[in-house]
């Protein structure tokens, strides 16, 4: 079969235009650093950036580097390691605009994209002041028994998902194991850039185990190799997170200066993180 | 064995407020209350499920991330923790920030699930280890999640206790106030006060908290210390070894 799906990982990321609904993991799940790296290097601009349904170093990064202009999320954070800085100071300032969210939220508007509904009814947030901050989001009563108010989600129709996977066939399947955020971002989103481990000579859809932690190639519109493309998050299952590297970013991103250090080595270094 | 650390009370506090749990879950930034989970499933009569955000061993959720809300709004959670940048009288809870929204006087990461959680798990712990003014105030500059909700809000769920790292509160969503029931070592009633935002009743017979015994405090030590060593190395780093 004719390789359409398999590019570099420049060539990917020059598969971002500026402005675009950009849809990521969580640091739990695959998040593709090495794309997140190409994306910075080819000075991409505006980004309307949904984590799913939080973030930490890739976002704080991308924010820092100036190629955020709106961040929709439930949470920005560098975890064990405290807030993340870049981040902070962007909103504080209004540099970058923010559609804070809460988890489900962004999981259910997700999956009304998957369903090609216009919205979704989520149990709680009344009372919240979520609701005062996104007008976008609507009380609504449940048409069958009265006086129950529920909330509806506006779908989320994200333009790209962007995120790593440990594999992915010559026909364009991509293995996410139980990572199934990733599917749900992949079917609501447009479409999908994917940087994995390695590419098999292997048919996904003609191994039942696999098949079951599959993404069929339907939603994906490209693919680029990047080894250890998770770094320095860990890709569960594969391999663990680099914690030193984790500290190092942490610690120079506390700083304006520190940050602008550690973005000059990373566009100096095209390629020493893939 | 060497007598409790103010961790380890804080541990096994929130443990005994976990008993008779069939599954508690434990979200983010969260390693004292995962600690307790752990702690409370050794200690558990039956048996008794754990569910760590950001676990490979602790979490056998198999359809992303949406599965843990999911299983929530279907009630198969028990309890969760929450804590908060600040926390009112009324057990209303801030994960956002400090100051006049967007451009706060001081951003925190968001609200994560807990405009969701707090009203659909049955359970909810509140948790913070500082308490002062700064964080226990009369009323949060942001609502991230409301501790109570008016009658036709769907809500099974609600705060039953808050914990701190210097006293133990109950909360009485009728009165929509806390109730201190118990103020750790070292500490009285008059400086909880002083270090209390917002009013809050007294229980009739308060007391110490109670510290863990020498067993107690070898399982913290040992399998609890190695459990929440996967998800929160550094925390489990800064624990006393068995």
Same mark, same amino acid.
């Given at each position: 079969m004719v390789n359409s799906f398999t590019m570099s990982l420049d060539t990917l990321a020059n598969r971002v235009p500026h402005g675009a609904m950009v849809a990521v993991p969580a640091d739990y799940s695959f998040v593709s650093m090495a794309a997140t790296r190409a994306l910075i290097r080819r000075g991409i601009k505006d980004l309307h950036l949904l984590a799913v349904p939080q973030s930490g170093i890739q976002a704080d990064l991308l924010i820092g580097a100036g190629c955020v202009a709106l961040v929709e999320c439930a949470a920005i954070t560098l975890g064990e390691l405290g807030p993340a800085p870049r981040f902070t100071d962007a909103v504080k300032s209004g540099r970058v605009r923010i559609k804070d969210s809460t988890c489900p939220a962004i999981h259910a508007a997700l999956q009304a994209s998957e369903k090609g509904l216009p919205f979704l009814p989520s149990r709680g947030i009344i009372g919240s002041d979520l609701l005062r901050v996104r007008p976008d989001w609507t009380l609504i009563d449940n048409p069958f028994p009265p006086h129950d108010p529920l909330v509806a989600l506006p779908a989320l129709r994200p333009d790209i998902a962007l995120f790593h996977a440990p594999f992915a066939d010559r026909r364009g399947n991509v293995w996410i194991g139980r990572r199934r955020e990733l599917m749900t971002m992949a079917h609501a989103a447009k479409t999908s850039l994917v940087t994995v481990e390695a590419i098999r000579d292997i048919d996904l859809m003609a191994d039942e185990p696999l098949a079951a932690g599959a993404l069929p190639a339907l939603y994906i519109g490209a693919i680029a190799e990047a080894k250890n493309g998770a770094w320095p998050l860990g890709l569960p299952g594969f391999y663990e997170a680099d914690e030193a590297a984790l500290r190092t970013y942490a610690e120079a991103a506390s700083s304006d200066t520190g940050f602008a250090r550690y973005l000059a080595a990373l566009m100096a270094e095209p390629h020493a993180a893939e | 064995m060497s007598p409790a650390a103010p961790t380890e009370l804080l541990i096994a506090t929130i443990a005994r407020l976990l008993?008779? #749990? $069939?599954h508690v879950a434990v979200g983010a930034s969260s390693p004292i209350p995962g600690a307790a989970a752990f702690l409370a499933q050794v200690l558990a009569p039956e048996a008794m499920r754990v569910t760590v955000l950001g676990s490979q061993r602790n979490n056998d959720f198999t359809d992303g991330g949406r599965e843990l809300f999911d299983c929530a709004a279907q009630g198969r959670i028990d309890a969760f923790f929450l804590g908060g940048g600040q926390i009112d009288g009324e057990a209303n809870v801030n994960l #956002? $920030?400090?100051?006049?929204?967007?451009?706060?006087?001081l951003r925190l990461p968001g609200s994560f699930g807990s405009a969701y959680l707090y009203f659909l798990v049955p359970r909810v712990i509140l948790f913070r280890e500082e308490h002062s003014p700064r964080v226990l105030v009369?009323?949060?500059?942001?609502?991230?999640?409301?501790?109570v909700s008016a009658p036709e809000i769907y809500r099974p769920g609600g705060p039953q206790a808050l914990v701190t790292g210097r006293a133990l509160f109950n909360f009485d969503k009728a009165k929509r106030r806390f109730t201190l029931i118990s103020v750790h070592p070292g500490e009285t009633v008059e400086r909880i006060k002083a270090a209390t935002g917002f009013a809050f009743d007294l229980a009739d017979d308060i007391g110490e908290t109670l510290a863990p015994d020498d067993a107690t405090l070898a399982l913290i030590r040992g399998p609890v210390r190695d459990a929440i060593a996967e998800v929160y190395p550094r925390f489990a780093a800064n624990l006393i070894p068995n």
């Open positions: - | 008993q008779g #749990v $069939g #956002v $920030g400090l100051g006049a929204y967007p451009n706060l006087d009369p009323k949060v500059d942001f609502i991230s999640a409301p501790g």
